[in-house]
């Protein structure tokens, strides 16, 4: 125990203290001025510290002359033992008493009760440090966790080739437990100047001058701190700019000519509740300087089904603020962030509508939408386009009624008032890209019929078609690749221009067959102007009957998969069902479609139709199979079938068309000129153009 002589000692304690001072000074009892001796119980003895004074052998003195002389001083140790006890007492019961004591010169010194300045300074610190962050092992864990990617998260990242995620979740920490006696977000935030003084708040108050006082003083229940000899202070709902100047003038009631410094120094905990979408419902304990986006985080944020633009809080009952997240992130606008007092309600709503924005810019994101806004609004979000994206082409991804997917183009600025739609994929271009060879630019390609996301898809430049269908969602258990119709619009064209030229041929052949032709007679002269109204006729039909830019592909009749042919841009892919018929036309006796049995052939099929008429030339016969190639009788090096031979032994597959044309004349220009199978089915045309042509 340690005798500690202050000036708040009182006029009555003057002598106890000299007394006291005299016994310390004198040498060979506590060795040096002002460091006593330890004195401890003789059942507990502890060893001496050797550098202590009343232990250290006296210099030039015998071992039996020190302990003689150490025993010579007992009585004054034992006196001065007791006058520590004696003088603590004193004091302590003064300060309780009194609560200030008066020295015999110099200030005032105000003592609050019960604990010391400096156990409190400890136990500060030993708070503050329970309010740290957590280790660096479990930091790093928490940090490597991610929330778990929505379905259409997934999508969009499949179609960027990247992970794409929601704008705002990296902001979205981990959740710590509810039990934390802090945030790392408040712990060392700047107390603002409107902050209000609440129960359990610590104040601090320092005074200089007349009187001196170190306080650190928790506000009550009642809303008050008392402080020594100036009495209750009813802080509560005080802010905080305002505190040194109440302070000031509450103590300036009873003391002159001093100075005085209010700070907050412990803040008070809150307790409120999270609900709604949010990964981590529930109750949670924080700072009073929590904001809305605290709460948020200590939450762990919106799930993958919550909301970043529709957060409520309510207070009593109340809905007194709506945050939306995006203010924050994009803008920077801090207003809908309010404090949250105790028992507040944060409530996140169901997400709303979500478009992703990925390609050339600043940042590929999912946005979500609130209200209309438009293709100008959600590039805004993303931080607008790259430098070198392309302007003129934008491409929108989207989901019709239809539960297919649509490409719509469009250029800015004029198509930024476009509206956005739930589900939309918006792909900006690189304008370095389109100066770029074919072969390393992006493709667009249409997948349709029986696969799991028919619609349109911007993929790679070395996709294939086999990518194609994967991107679709894959092929349903209907689809029937043998009657796969893919079309190209470079062999569109390509077949246009020859299918044009050939049309042209095609009719200066009529010409000169017309103007070579002689009549004997009025009969002869009338039936040659009828031959020439009905082939006019047959050419502007042929004329309406384009290709289609259809490319056979290299399937077999039972195949699951479709060769590895690269796509280009503007690619069609339909792929049909399985069909359960077959289609006769030409000269039969009942044109149509008829079911198929097993093992037919395609003389059984014409059967079904009647059979050819007396003015059929079936030596001229021909089968359009599903997969676009054509089969005719008059083949003579493919293997099927010699010059003049029937079609009876060839198989009858699903979706075959057999046409059967009629015998003409053999002086007609058509014999002449072009056979029908050249005609059409070199350009692609297919049974559709047959109806047209026969009709």
Same mark, same amino acid.
């Given at each position: 125990?340690?005798?500690?002589v202050?000036?708040?000692?009182?006029?009555?304690?003057?002598r106890?203290?000299?007394?006291?001072?005299s016994?310390?000074?004198?040498?060979?009892t506590?060795?040096?001025l002002?460091?006593?001796?330890?004195l401890?119980?003789?059942?507990?003895?502890?060893?001496?510290?050797?550098?202590?004074g009343c232990?250290?052998?006296?210099?030039?003195?015998?071992p039996?002359?020190?302990?003689?002389s150490?025993?010579?001083?007992?009585p004054?140790?034992?006196l001065?033992?007791a006058?520590?006890?004696s003088l603590a007492h004193?004091q302590?019961?003064?300060?309780?008493r009194d609560?200030?004591?008066?020295?015999e010169?110099?200030?005032?010194?105000?003592?609050?009760p019960g604990?010391?300045?400096?156990?409190?300074?400890a136990s500060?610190?030993?708070?503050?440090?329970?309010?740290?962050?957590?280790?660096d092992?479990?930091?790093?864990k928490a940090a490597?966790?991610k929330?778990?990617?929505?379905?259409f998260?997934?999508?969009?990242s499949e179609l960027?080739d990247?992970?794409?995620r929601?704008l705002?979740?990296?902001?979205?920490?981990?959740?710590?437990?509810?039990g934390?006696?802090?945030?790392?977000l408040e712990?060392n935030?700047?107390?603002?100047p409107?902050?209000?003084v609440g129960?359990g708040?610590?104040v601090q108050?320092?005074?200089?001058?007349s009187v001196?006082?170190?306080?650190r003083l928790t506000?009550?229940?009642a809303?008050?701190?008392?402080?020594?000899?100036?009495g209750?202070?009813?802080?509560?709902?005080?802010?905080?700019a305002? %505190?040194n &100047? =109440?302070l000031a *003038?509450r103590?300036?009631?009873?003391f002159?000519?001093f $100075?005085?410094s209010?700070? #907050?120094g412990r803040?008070?905990s809150i307790r409120y509740y999270v609900t709604?979408?949010?990964?981590?419902?529930g109750?949670?304990?924080?700072?009073s300087l929590?904001?809305v986006?605290?709460?948020l985080?200590?939450?762990g944020?919106?799930?993958s089904?919550?909301?970043?633009r529709n957060i409520?809080?309510r207070?009593?009952?109340q809905?007194?603020?709506r945050?939306d %997240?995006? &203010? =924050?992130l994009? *803008?920077?606008?801090?207003k809908g962030d309010?404090?949250l $007092?105790?028992?507040d309600v #944060?409530y996140?709503?169901?997400?709303?509508?979500?478009v992703a924005?990925?390609g050339?810019?600043?940042?590929?994101?999912?946005?979500?939408l609130?209200?209309?806004e438009?293709v100008a609004?959600?590039i805004?979000?993303?931080g607008?386009l790259s430098?070198?994206?392309?302007t003129?082409r934008i491409?929108i991804?989207r989901?019709?009624?239809?539960n297919?997917?649509?490409?719509?183009?469009l250029?800015?600025?004029?198509g930024?008032?476009?509206?956005?739609?739930?589900g939309?994929?918006?792909?900006?271009?690189?304008?370095?890209a389109?100066?770029?060879?074919q072969?390393?630019?992006?493709k667009?390609?249409?997948v349709?019929?029986?696969?799991?996301?028919?619609?349109?898809y911007?993929?790679?430049?070395?996709?294939?078609l086999?990518d194609a269908?994967?991107a679709a969602?894959?092929?349903?258990?209907?689809?029937y690749l043998?009657?796969t119709?893919?079309?190209?619009?470079?062999?569109?064209?390509?077949?246009?221009?020859q299918?044009?030229?050939?049309?042209?041929?095609?009719e200066?052949d009529f010409t000169?067959?017309?103007s070579?032709?002689k009549v004997a007679?009025?009969d002869?002269?009338q039936a040659?102007q009828?031959?020439?109204?009905?082939?006019s006729k047959?050419i502007?039909?042929?004329?309406?009957?384009r290709p289609?830019?259809r490319?056979?592909l290299?399937?077999?009749?039972?195949?699951?998969?479709l060769p590895?042919?690269g796509?280009?841009?503007?690619?069609?892919l339909?792929i049909p069902?399985?069909?359960t018929t077959?289609?006769v036309?030409?000269?039969?006796?009942n044109a149509?479609?008829?079911l198929?049995?097993g093992?037919?052939?395609?003389d059984d099929i014409?059967k079904?139709?009647?059979?050819?008429t007396r003015?059929a030339d079936?030596?001229?016969?021909?089968v359009l199979?599903?997969?676009?190639s054509?089969i005719?009788?008059r083949?003579?090096?493919s293997g099927?079938?010699?010059l003049?031979?029937?079609?009876?032994?060839?198989a009858a597959l699903p979706?075959?068309t057999v046409f059967?044309?009629?015998?003409?004349?053999?002086?007609t220009?058509l014999?002449?000129?072009?056979?029908?199978t050249q005609?059409?089915?070199?350009f692609g045309l297919?049974?559709a153009?047959?109806k047209?042509i026969?009709?």
């Amino acid at each position: 125990m340690t005798i500690k002589v202050t000036a708040a000692a009182t006029k009555k304690d003057t002598r106890s203290k000299s007394i006291a001072g005299s016994v310390m000074s004198r040498p060979g009892t506590l060795g040096r001025l002002g460091r006593p001796c330890r004195l401890v119980s003789t059942h507990r003895m502890r060893p001496p510290h050797p550098g202590h004074g009343c232990h250290r052998r006296l210099r030039g003195a015998k071992p039996n002359e020190s302990v003689n002389s150490l025993l010579r001083h007992l009585p004054l140790l034992l006196l001065s033992t007791a006058l520590q006890a004696s003088l603590a007492h004193a004091q302590t019961s003064t300060s309780t008493r009194d609560t200030d004591t008066v020295t015999e010169s110099g200030p005032t010194r105000l003592v609050a009760p019960g604990k010391s300045t400096g156990s409190r300074q400890a136990s500060q610190d030993e708070d503050d440090t329970d309010t740290l962050d957590l280790p660096d092992g479990k930091r790093k864990k928490a940090a490597a966790r991610k929330p778990v990617p929505s379905e259409f998260e997934i999508y969009v990242s499949e179609l960027a080739d990247k992970d794409i995620r929601r704008l705002g979740s990296d902001l979205m920490l981990p959740a710590k437990s509810s039990g934390d006696k802090g945030s790392l977000l408040e712990s060392n935030r700047q107390v603002p100047p409107d902050y209000l003084v609440g129960v359990g708040d610590e104040v601090q108050v320092v005074t200089w001058g007349s009187v001196e006082a170190d306080l650190r003083l928790t506000v009550d229940r009642a809303g008050r701190i008392v402080i020594p000899r100036v009495g209750p202070v009813v802080v509560a709902g005080v802010r905080q700019a305002d %505190l040194n &100047d =109440l302070l000031a *003038k509450r103590i300036g009631q009873v003391f002159r000519n001093f $100075q005085v410094s209010a700070t #907050l120094g412990r803040l008070r905990s809150i307790r409120y509740y999270v609900t709604g979408f949010v990964d981590k419902p529930g109750a949670y304990t924080v700072s009073s300087l929590a904001t809305v986006m605290t709460g948020l985080v200590q939450a762990g944020g919106p799930s993958s089904s919550g909301s970043f633009r529709n957060i409520e809080l309510r207070r009593n009952g109340q809905v007194i603020s709506r945050f939306d %997240l995006y &203010d =924050l992130l994009v *803008k920077g606008d801090k207003k809908g962030d309010v404090a949250l $007092q105790g028992d507040d309600v #944060l409530y996140v709503g169901p997400i709303g509508p979500q478009v992703a924005l990925i390609g050339s810019l600043n940042r590929q994101a999912i946005v979500e939408l609130k209200g209309s806004e438009t293709v100008a609004d959600a590039i805004a979000y993303a931080g607008g386009l790259s430098t070198v994206a392309d302007t003129r082409r934008i491409a929108i991804e989207r989901l019709s009624d239809r539960n297919d997917r649509r490409v719509v183009e469009l250029s800015l600025p004029k198509g930024g008032s476009e509206p956005l739609s739930n589900g939309d994929v918006l792909r900006a271009f690189n304008s370095v890209a389109a100066t770029l060879p074919q072969a390393k630019q992006y493709k667009r390609i249409r997948v349709e019929g029986e696969v799991a996301r028919p619609g349109d898809y911007v993929l790679p430049p070395s996709s294939t078609l086999a990518d194609a269908i994967q991107a679709a969602g894959g092929l349903t258990s209907q689809a029937y690749l043998f009657g796969t119709d893919f079309t190209r619009e470079s062999v569109r064209k390509v077949q246009d221009e020859q299918y044009d030229r050939a049309l042209r041929e095609l009719e200066t052949d009529f010409t000169r067959n017309a103007s070579t032709q002689k009549v004997a007679n009025a009969d002869a002269a009338q039936a040659l102007q009828q031959q020439q109204a009905g082939t006019s006729k047959l050419i502007e039909r042929l004329r309406m009957a384009r290709p289609t830019g259809r490319v056979v592909l290299d399937v077999s009749e039972n195949s699951r998969e479709l060769p590895q042919l690269g796509i280009e841009d503007g690619d069609r892919l339909s792929i049909p069902a399985r069909p359960t018929t077959v289609g006769v036309f030409g000269s039969v006796f009942n044109a149509g479609s008829f079911l198929l049995k097993g093992g037919s052939s395609i003389d059984d099929i014409v059967k079904m139709a009647g059979g050819p008429t007396r003015g059929a030339d079936a030596s001229s016969m021909f089968v359009l199979r599903a997969n676009g190639s054509v089969i005719s009788a008059r083949q003579s090096s493919s293997g099927w079938l010699s010059l003049g031979s029937p079609l009876a032994t060839l198989a009858a597959l699903p979706g075959d068309t057999v046409f059967v044309p009629e015998e003409l004349n053999k002086t007609t220009f058509l014999q002449e000129a072009k056979d029908w199978t050249q005609i059409l089915y070199q350009f692609g045309l297919g049974a559709a153009a047959l109806k047209t042509i026969k009709n």
